[in-house]
């Protein structure tokens, strides 16, 4: 949930998940909507069936215990080199360290040097007997994270109650490296195309190739171009929509219709058990100002 989610947004998620999912068990046995639904709101949803999938495949193929390697752990759905070495270390105390931006600040800061010239592995590596001088790796994968964001936090270090200072290259240099460590923002114009009537109900697809939401049901986006659009649609309104490192600058058109095209179904506007990502809720929203 933490996966580029802030701790203040996932806290209550994270409550109502483990409530609701106390064990590995009762995770690898519950089904897909159920868990997207707990995810409503919280935004990259591939997370959210990729451990489903991991948790079955625990159960199903490592009796229910995470793998202990990271070869083994990285077969995992959605499991790379970041959360395998966390889980390593987390879960089994194993000697490694999870790389996220603030790990990779606190040694580029202590060797003062850029973070894109270091070669993080073969330094880790290299320092493994220093580094790992602890039975305690489990907090020591934790402890470096936090340190990065709450101590050698990007902007406004603090050096000077820093337990590190006394060795610290950036501490001491009167030339200190700059952190870059912003988000790249990418603006993106889409039309939205919605299938209305009049009993209040939207047509979706999931036949759309929308990266940010794969496979979800929605009404037909396109990227948008410069050729004007079919009269047949009228335009409903501009909107602006972040995703992540997204701004989308969205235009909405509707067509009041009774027939649909193949691969769409309709949906209430307003009356939804069922799982709709924010985004979706959003072009919901927009439409209902039509009745
Ligand atoms: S002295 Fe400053 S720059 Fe160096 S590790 Fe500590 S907080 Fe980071």
Redesign the pocket.
Known sequence: MLQQTQVKTVIPYFYNFTKKYKNLKSLSQCNEKDILKLWEGLGYYRRARNLLASAKKIVKDHKSELPRTLEKIKELPGVGDYTGNALLGLVHNKPTIALDGNVK??FS??LNKDANKIDFVKLIKYNEKYLFNTDRNDDFVEALME??AL???PKD????T????KT????KSSN?IKSSNKKMIKNKNYDIFCYINKNKQIALTKKNQVSFLKNFSLPTVKESRTIPVNKNWKFLKNYKNSISNLKLNINLYYKFSKKIPIDYKWHSLANNKEFIPTFTKKIFSQVSTLF
Do not use: Q
Not at 157 to 160: F, I, Q, T, W, Y
């Open positions: 600040r606190v800061r202590n340190f990065g101590v050698c936090r270090p603090k050096c000077l820093c337990c590190l200072n610290c290259k950036y501490f200190k």
